[in-house]
């Protein structure tokens, strides 16, 4: 049974730092971990993403100020975030690719709150 659950979100200041934290099972065969984010009126959109043997990606938007890392051995998946702008408020959601099951697995996201 596939499963992704994300936590660590929450309510934090501008200029503040949150970490979130995913772990994930049933999931054969990983090659890209992720984190998506979904802004108020807007549609979801990538943040960044790890590959198993340690490649990142970040949005422009999150670069310098966001870090995504993994640990394989206990199947998790953290995003840093530092320097958080309001603009940053969204839904966030860890996302898993299985190459083996050719597909993509979302967890059920995890809110965070920019406050100015």
């Known amino acids: 049974q596939v499963q992704l659950v994300e936590s660590g979100g929450g309510l934090v200041q501008a200029g503040g730092s949150l970490r979130l934290s995913c772990t994930y099972s049933?999931?054969?065969?990983?090659?890209?971990m992720g984190w998506h984010r979904q802004r108020p009126g807007k549609e979801r959109e990538l943040v960044a993403t790890i590959t198993t043997d340690g490649n990142t990606n970040y949005a422009d938007s999150v670069k310098g100020r966001f870090t995504i890392s993994g640990d394989n051995a206990k199947n998790m998946i953290f995003l840093q975030m530092n320097s958080l702008k309001p603009e940053d408020t969204g839904v966030y959601y860890c996302d898993v690719y299985s190459w083996a099951r050719g597909a993509n697995f979302w967890g059920q996201g995890t809110q965070v709150t920019v406050s100015s």
């Open positions: 049933g999931i054969p065969g990983i090659h890209v």
